[in-house]
């Protein structure tokens, strides 16, 4: 795993990526606050799609519930920080042992008794919807009512409490995708990263080669929902309130799967270029509505809608394998150029 | 003793006996063939050695330890290798990657997985073949690849269900070429059903022939060739 971090991609891919990470270090110096406000959303996109990924497009366990992870570490370091004083970073440690220990028995219920496919899908949405309806009920951590962060204008960025500017939040949000991209890249070249994807291919297959299926489909959901609740922390601090109707709903769960599966399940530029393009599309198509003065509700929505069905038609891999050829660089399969 | 001894293994599917008290050894370095007509409860019998099912009775023992009843995983860390009869590649894989897989059994390191894969499709004949997808593939050479990746896993024993089937006698004497090779160097037993008559002959020093999930006949090739159990059931009058 770790000879895989120092194995270089081609010197033309090095370049791309290179020119990528100065444009994407350099734009809050250049950007306004609103294109500033569109790249936060995307780097999130990329950093969870990058997260549900590692379960979906690497192990091939369909989660439509990480909604859960996104909410449950939200909810605690929120309520460490507000009712303790606990820094958001220490609540980071705490929200991603309490989601992988979530997401290890959600796997471990659905991988001992062999639920797949959909019906594994589906134990993940009666998961994230339970504890929708729960949250809504707890009041120590404010209930329906919602939580609230304390905002206060502030002349510095503190890092160590989270509670700053918007470049601040972009520059945690940009480590954070780059570091699960990183981290994503070594697994994806790893004796794990090979047996997930065997899993995800033929299960029965992977099994008489001497893959213990049950243990890596394990790792795949434990550290997916451990990464997941990392994007919630950012969200709790990043938005400073929190509401489960709206933290835990179905449709968080789906805008996030959106960027993956758009760029490319189980690859690892998917994620980010997916996030990409659906989030700067959207926020296009709002502002372009807004200047118009028109006024359409879940316009959004169905503009998701149809982004998947034209790749699902015209792409069906993704944006990202059928770029990747054109741009002459094969960084996802080093072993395949 | 025998490298593999199975002894009165019995599997019956919803009242139907599909195997049935079904005992043979194979021994270390040996090549042992189990034929017999459609539906004799050949791939039952492997899938029960393999681990893909759990015997309903008798033991399978795989150098002095018991093997039955553990998980197919378990069971190829043991020392078995198998290949499927309807083939199941990894098909949004490369057929290096697919083989690095099983490599992977032996070792932690994807380097030196990749030497090994690396050799297994060279020594089949994939290794031009290693970048590809495994869903480009033809059919026969997906066989290939089965075989490539379960040798990779580094097995005592390699059992291969009907890896002949669908080959050219050209490909399959290439094929019988390659398991006796491997056979004569690095002392690998092997386990195959096999319709191809052609195939047995050349390569299996013993013969069992299965008929309605029981052993009909035992012995060298030459000898269950002329068995008149055998010529009835399977192999038809005009074999003679």
Known sequence: MIQALFDWPTPRALAVWAALAVCLLLAPLVVGSYALSVLVLVLYFAYVGQAWNVMMGFAGQLSLGHSLYIGVGAYVSAVLFVRYGVSPWAGAVAAMAICAVIGAVIGFLAFRFSISGVYFALLTIAFAEFSRIGFDHISFVGASAGLFLPVAQRTHNDLLHLRGSPVMFYYVMLALSALALFLCRALRGSKTGYYWLAIREDQEAAQALGIDIFGYKMRAVVLSAAMTSLGGVFFAFYYNNLFPEQIFAINRSIELILGPIIGGLGTLVGPLLGAFVLTVLAESLRSATDALGLNLPGLQLLFYGVCLMVVIIFLPNGIWPALKGRLGFDDDRRSGD | ?240
């Open chain 2, 1 to 240: 003793m025998a490298l593999l001894e199975v002894r009165n293994i019995s599997k019956t599917f919803r009242g139907l006996r599909a195997v049935a008290e079904v005992s043979f050894d194979v021994p270390e370095g040996g090549i042992v063939a189990l034929i017999g007509p459609n539906g004799a409860g050949k791939t039952t019998c492997f899938n029960m050695i393999a681990g893909s099912f759990r015997p309903d009775g008798g033991t399978v023992t795989l150098a002095g330890r018991r093997i039955d009843g553990l998980r197919q995983d378990q069971i190829c860390h043991a020392g078995i290798g198998r290949t499927f009869q309807i083939v199941r590649p990894f098909a949004q894989l490369t057929v290096e990657e697919n083989v690095i897989v099983g490599a992977l059994n032996a070792t932690g390191s994807v380097s030196v997985a990749r030497g090994e894969a690396r050799r297994a499709l060279d020594m089949v004949g994939l290794g031009p073949k290693a970048g590809q997808m495994a869903a480009s593939l033809t059919l026969p050479e997906r066989k290939r690849l089965e075989i490539a990746r379960a040798m990779a896993t580094h097995p005592r024993i390699l059992l291969l269900d009907e890896v002949m089937a669908g080959l050219r006698p050209l490909e399959t004497d290439q094929m019988v070429q390659v398991f006796r090779t491997l056979n004569r160097e690095t002392d690998l037993t092997i386990l195959l059903i096999e319709h191809v008559m052609r195939a047995v002959m050349a390569l299996a020093g013993h013969v069992i022939v299965l008929n309605h999930g029981e052993t009909i006949c035992a012995g060298p090739p030459e000898q269950v060739v002329r068995d008149p159990a055998v010529l009835e059931c399977y192999l038809g009058e005009e074999a003679l």
